[in-house]
């Protein structure tokens, strides 16, 4: 059964502390995405590849964040120094993303609080 | 940008009953999909069902189907003798049919949700 799998599932940390959330994407989906969920925005897109490639990374704050995808079965969202403003759920996404074929499959969620 | 409405922050039904969800997006694109997402307590995000704009069919999926209008630009989900399962947070989301090279049009816009309740 492939899924999407996210490293950790829970994380409390204090401020000023570096956070690394690790995804592994479905084997063969050539996109991956990371979004963050909060209340008060919803779901936001973050940043996202496509064959190990940044696309875009506009909705991620650039001075704190950064998202890697060292190789095709790891991609990884930092922040450096975290904040409370951070305190969220976030989610990893992958797809095969080619024509036909349009679907997102989600991990099930780091849960990140930072006090 | 593309925007998704969802009006109904929270709706309740009983089981057995049927159930509509209502959505409501703001594009200039003519060709797009259209997903509804279900997620539960567990925080997983599961997708329930999905529109290509080009299709003028609506989307089934055994007790799930969708009342697609593209002219109004209106998404609704409908579902079936609901079931207690059935309770959760409802993610209506948009996204463009090119395969972009980055802008973020690859990613999935979302409503802000509505949460279901089905009384037993």
């Known amino acids: 059964d492939a899924r999407v799998t996210q490293t950790p599932r829970h994380k409390v940390t204090e401020m000023g502390q570096e956070v690394t959330m690790r995804c592994q994407p479905i084997?063969?989906?050539?996109?991956v995405f990371w979004y963050r969920q909060t209340m008060m925005q919803g779901l936001e897109l973050l940043a996202y590849f496509r064959n190990r490639a940044p696309l875009d990374d506009s909705g991620m704050p650039k001075d704190r964040f950064s998202a890697e995808m060292p190789d095709a079965t790891l991609a990884t969202l930092k922040i450096q120094p975290s904040e409370p403003r951070d305190s969220a759920v976030y989610f990893c996404?992958?797809?095969?993303?080619?024509?036909?074929?349009?679907?997102?499959?989600f991990g099930q969620g780091t849960r990140l609080t930072v006090v | 940008a593309q925007t998704v409405t969802q009006s109904q922050p929270e709706m309740s039904v009983q089981e057995a009953e049927t159930v509509t969800l209502s959505c409501t997006y703001d594009?200039?694109?003519?060709?797009?999909?259209l997903f509804w997402y279900k997620q539960p307590p567990s925080r997983q995000m599961i997708l329930v069902i999905r529109?290509?704009?080009?299709?003028?069919q609506n989307a089934t999926e055994n007790r799930f189907s969708v009342n697609f209008q593209k002219a109004a630009k209106s998404f609704s989900l409908k579902i079936s003798d609901s079931q207690l399962g059935d309770a959760a947070m409802y993610f209506c989301?948009?996204?463009?049919?090119?395969?972009?090279?980055?802008?973020?049009?690859?990613?999935?816009?979302f409503g802000k949700g509505t949460h279901l309740i089905i009384q037993p």
């Open positions: 084997l063969g989906h050539n996109t």
């Open positions: 996404a992958s797809g095969p993303y080619r024509v036909g074929r349009t679907e997102a499959f």
């Open positions: 594009t200039s694109e003519s060709d797009y999909y």
């Open positions: 989301a948009y996204r463009s049919a090119k395969l972009g090279s980055g802008g973020g049009a690859d990613g999935l816009t």
């Open positions: 529109q290509e704009a080009y299709k003028q």
